[in-house]
Protein backbone atom coordinates (compact mmCIF):
# COMPACT_ATOMS: atom_id res chain seq x y z
CA UNK A 1 0.00 0.00 0.00
CA UNK A 2 1.34 3.61 -0.59
CA UNK A 3 2.21 5.42 2.23
CA UNK A 4 1.88 9.05 0.72
CA UNK A 5 -0.23 11.02 -1.02
CA UNK A 6 1.49 13.67 -3.68
CA UNK A 7 -0.11 16.75 -4.87
CA UNK A 8 -0.73 17.45 -7.40
CA UNK A 9 -0.87 14.58 -9.57
CA UNK A 10 0.05 16.60 -12.47
CA UNK A 11 1.97 20.09 -12.90
CA UNK A 12 3.05 22.00 -16.37
CA UNK A 13 4.91 25.02 -16.24
CA UNK A 14 6.70 27.03 -18.64
CA UNK A 15 10.48 26.51 -17.96
CA UNK A 16 12.35 28.94 -15.70
CA UNK A 17 9.25 28.74 -13.26
CA UNK A 18 9.48 27.11 -10.20
CA UNK A 19 7.96 24.28 -9.42
CA UNK A 20 6.67 23.08 -6.30
CA UNK A 21 5.16 19.68 -5.49
CA UNK A 22 3.76 18.29 -1.85
CA UNK A 23 3.77 14.90 -0.07
CA UNK A 24 1.84 13.99 2.80
CA UNK A 25 1.97 10.89 5.11
CA UNK A 26 0.44 8.84 7.52
CA UNK A 27 2.57 7.27 9.89
CA UNK A 28 6.05 8.46 12.15
CA UNK A 29 9.22 8.24 9.59
CA UNK A 30 12.49 8.37 10.49
CA UNK A 31 13.48 10.50 7.14
CA UNK A 32 11.92 11.32 3.99
CA UNK A 33 13.31 11.03 0.69
CA UNK A 34 12.48 12.47 -2.67
CA UNK A 35 13.36 10.88 -6.01
CA UNK A 36 13.05 11.41 -10.14
CA UNK A 37 11.94 8.90 -12.23
CA UNK A 38 12.27 9.54 -16.22
CA UNK A 39 9.51 7.98 -18.45
CA UNK A 40 9.98 3.76 -18.21
CA UNK A 41 13.01 4.25 -16.47
CA UNK A 42 14.76 3.99 -12.75
CA UNK A 43 14.51 6.11 -9.70
CA UNK A 44 17.29 8.60 -8.77
CA UNK A 45 17.81 9.87 -5.61
CA UNK A 46 17.19 13.71 -5.28
CA UNK A 47 17.84 14.74 -1.57
CA UNK A 48 16.95 12.86 1.68
CA UNK A 49 15.85 15.02 4.86
CA UNK A 50 15.83 13.46 8.34
CA UNK A 51 12.62 13.68 10.61
CA UNK A 52 14.72 16.15 12.83
CA UNK A 53 15.40 18.38 9.66
CA UNK A 54 13.06 20.65 8.43
CA UNK A 55 14.92 22.33 5.28
CA UNK A 56 17.61 21.08 2.67
CA UNK A 57 19.55 22.48 -0.14
CA UNK A 58 20.78 20.73 -2.69
CA UNK A 59 21.40 22.54 -6.00
CA UNK A 60 18.28 23.93 -7.44
CA UNK A 61 16.15 21.98 -5.21
CA UNK A 62 14.55 22.69 -1.72
CA UNK A 63 13.33 19.93 0.68
CA UNK A 64 11.04 21.21 3.48
CA UNK A 65 9.57 18.19 6.42
CA UNK A 66 6.56 19.10 8.81
CA UNK A 67 6.59 16.09 10.88
CA UNK A 68 3.62 18.04 13.01
CA UNK A 69 1.79 17.93 9.72
CA UNK A 70 3.06 14.50 8.27
CA UNK A 71 4.11 16.46 5.29
CA UNK A 72 7.09 17.59 2.99
CA UNK A 73 7.47 20.02 0.09
CA UNK A 74 9.75 19.70 -3.05
CA UNK A 75 10.74 22.84 -4.54
CA UNK A 76 11.94 23.44 -8.24
CA UNK A 77 13.78 26.80 -9.24
CA UNK A 78 14.12 27.95 -12.60
CA UNK A 79 13.10 24.75 -14.39
CA UNK A 80 14.47 23.34 -17.53
CA UNK A 81 13.28 20.66 -19.89
CA UNK A 82 15.27 18.42 -18.54
CA UNK A 83 13.36 18.24 -15.39
CA UNK A 84 10.20 17.04 -16.92
CA UNK A 85 9.73 13.48 -15.10
CA UNK A 86 7.77 11.95 -12.37
CA UNK A 87 8.38 12.61 -8.63
CA UNK A 88 8.24 10.64 -5.79
CA UNK A 89 8.33 11.01 -1.88
CA UNK A 90 8.94 8.14 -0.19
CA UNK A 91 9.46 7.71 3.61
CA UNK A 92 11.20 5.08 5.93
CA UNK A 93 9.04 4.08 8.62
CA UNK A 94 10.34 4.44 12.25
CA UNK A 95 8.84 0.74 12.29
CA UNK A 96 11.06 -0.05 9.34
CA UNK A 97 14.08 1.66 10.32
CA UNK A 98 16.33 -1.70 10.51
CA UNK A 99 15.44 -2.70 7.63
CA UNK A 100 15.20 0.95 5.87
CA UNK A 101 12.71 -0.38 2.83
CA UNK A 102 10.86 2.82 1.31
CA UNK A 103 7.44 3.60 1.20
CA UNK A 104 6.24 4.91 -1.70
CA UNK A 105 3.85 8.18 -2.59
CA UNK A 106 1.68 8.25 -5.92
CA UNK A 107 4.03 10.76 -7.38
CA UNK A 108 3.60 14.09 -9.79
CA UNK A 109 4.24 14.23 -13.23
CA UNK A 110 5.86 17.35 -13.96
CA UNK A 111 6.32 18.71 -17.62
CA UNK A 112 8.04 21.52 -18.18
CA UNK A 113 6.92 23.41 -21.27
CA UNK A 114 10.01 25.22 -23.50
CA UNK B 1 23.79 5.15 -14.89
CA UNK B 2 23.68 4.59 -11.07
CA UNK B 3 25.52 1.22 -10.97
CA UNK B 4 23.00 -1.01 -10.55
CA UNK B 5 22.12 -3.40 -13.53
CA UNK B 6 18.74 -5.44 -14.16
CA UNK B 7 18.88 -7.80 -16.90
CA UNK B 8 16.51 -7.86 -19.04
CA UNK B 9 15.12 -4.78 -19.45
CA UNK B 10 12.29 -6.30 -21.01
CA UNK B 11 10.32 -9.32 -20.96
CA UNK B 12 7.28 -10.39 -22.82
CA UNK B 13 5.96 -13.42 -21.97
CA UNK B 14 2.37 -15.63 -22.07
CA UNK B 15 0.69 -16.65 -19.01
CA UNK B 16 1.72 -19.48 -17.28
CA UNK B 17 5.02 -19.29 -18.07
CA UNK B 18 7.95 -18.59 -15.50
CA UNK B 19 10.42 -15.53 -15.94
CA UNK B 20 13.90 -14.63 -14.25
CA UNK B 21 15.15 -11.99 -13.45
CA UNK B 22 18.77 -10.77 -12.73
CA UNK B 23 20.00 -7.66 -10.48
CA UNK B 24 23.65 -6.67 -9.99
CA UNK B 25 23.93 -4.60 -6.88
CA UNK B 26 26.48 -2.29 -6.87
CA UNK B 27 29.37 -4.36 -5.73
CA UNK B 28 29.97 -3.21 -2.06
CA UNK B 29 26.31 -2.65 -1.11
CA UNK B 30 25.16 -5.39 1.10
CA UNK B 31 21.75 -4.34 0.90
CA UNK B 32 19.23 -5.36 -1.66
CA UNK B 33 15.60 -4.79 -2.68
CA UNK B 34 13.05 -5.45 -4.93
CA UNK B 35 9.84 -3.37 -5.94
CA UNK B 36 7.22 -3.20 -8.18
CA UNK B 37 5.54 -0.86 -9.63
CA UNK B 38 2.25 -0.89 -11.84
CA UNK B 39 1.51 2.07 -14.34
CA UNK B 40 0.95 5.78 -12.47
CA UNK B 41 2.17 4.19 -9.35
CA UNK B 42 4.66 4.36 -6.95
CA UNK B 43 6.80 1.46 -6.40
CA UNK B 44 6.09 -0.76 -4.17
CA UNK B 45 8.42 -2.93 -1.21
CA UNK B 46 8.35 -6.88 -2.35
CA UNK B 47 11.48 -8.37 -0.54
CA UNK B 48 14.93 -7.42 0.68
CA UNK B 49 18.30 -9.13 1.31
CA UNK B 50 21.11 -8.14 3.61
CA UNK B 51 23.60 -10.12 2.05
CA UNK B 52 22.47 -13.46 0.90
CA UNK B 53 19.96 -13.41 3.78
CA UNK B 54 16.33 -12.85 2.63
CA UNK B 55 15.39 -10.93 6.03
CA UNK B 56 12.01 -9.51 4.97
CA UNK B 57 8.81 -10.44 2.08
CA UNK B 58 5.65 -8.46 1.22
CA UNK B 59 2.50 -9.94 1.49
CA UNK B 60 2.52 -8.65 -2.31
CA UNK B 61 4.74 -11.59 -2.93
CA UNK B 62 2.69 -14.03 -3.35
CA UNK B 63 3.83 -18.30 -3.42
CA UNK B 64 4.87 -18.02 -7.14
CA UNK B 65 7.08 -15.27 -6.36
CA UNK B 66 10.76 -16.74 -5.17
CA UNK B 67 13.99 -14.73 -4.99
CA UNK B 68 17.29 -15.45 -4.22
CA UNK B 69 20.72 -13.63 -3.57
CA UNK B 70 23.30 -16.49 -3.59
CA UNK B 71 26.77 -15.35 -2.38
CA UNK B 72 25.62 -11.94 -1.60
CA UNK B 73 26.16 -10.76 -4.74
CA UNK B 74 23.56 -10.58 -8.07
CA UNK B 75 19.50 -11.47 -6.75
CA UNK B 76 17.31 -13.28 -8.91
CA UNK B 77 13.51 -12.86 -8.87
CA UNK B 78 11.36 -15.96 -10.09
CA UNK B 79 7.97 -15.54 -11.14
CA UNK B 80 6.54 -18.82 -11.90
CA UNK B 81 3.26 -19.39 -13.34
CA UNK B 82 2.98 -15.72 -14.40
CA UNK B 83 -0.84 -13.76 -14.42
CA UNK B 84 -1.80 -10.83 -16.57
CA UNK B 85 -1.64 -9.26 -12.89
CA UNK B 86 2.14 -9.40 -13.30
CA UNK B 87 2.34 -6.94 -15.23
CA UNK B 88 4.48 -4.67 -14.34
CA UNK B 89 8.37 -3.08 -14.14
CA UNK B 90 10.40 -4.73 -11.04
CA UNK B 91 13.19 -2.69 -9.57
CA UNK B 92 15.90 -3.34 -8.08
CA UNK B 93 17.57 -1.17 -5.34
CA UNK B 94 21.12 -1.31 -3.29
CA UNK B 95 22.41 0.47 -0.44
CA UNK B 96 25.09 0.39 1.93
CA UNK B 97 23.58 -0.94 5.44
CA UNK B 98 25.07 -0.65 8.83
CA UNK B 99 23.21 -2.11 12.17
CA UNK B 100 23.46 1.99 13.16
CA UNK B 101 21.56 2.53 10.22
CA UNK B 102 22.62 5.10 8.40
CA UNK B 103 20.50 7.48 6.73
CA UNK B 104 21.71 6.21 3.42
CA UNK B 105 20.13 6.42 -0.26
CA UNK B 106 18.94 3.54 -2.19
CA UNK B 107 20.63 3.40 -5.91
CA UNK B 108 17.90 2.00 -8.42
CA UNK B 109 18.26 0.18 -11.48
CA UNK B 110 16.99 0.51 -14.41
CA UNK B 111 14.05 -1.97 -14.18
CA UNK B 112 12.89 -4.85 -15.70
CA UNK B 113 9.22 -3.96 -17.67
CA UNK B 114 7.23 -7.33 -17.29
CA UNK B 115 4.43 -7.78 -19.92
CA UNK B 116 2.28 -10.89 -19.72
CA UNK B 117 -0.04 -11.86 -22.53
Known amino acids: SQQGEEDPQALSIQEGENATMNCSYKTSINNLQWYRQNSGRGLVHLILIRSNEREKHSGRLRVTLDTSKKSSSLLITASRAADTASYFCATVLTANFGNEKLTFGTGTRLTIIP | DTGVSQDPRHKITKRGQNVTFRCDPISEHNRLYWYRQTLGQGPEFLTY????????KSRLLSDRFSAERPKGSFSTLEIQRTEQGDSAMYLCASRLGSAGGLNNEQFFGPGTRLTVL
Open chain 2, 49 to 56: FQNEAQLE
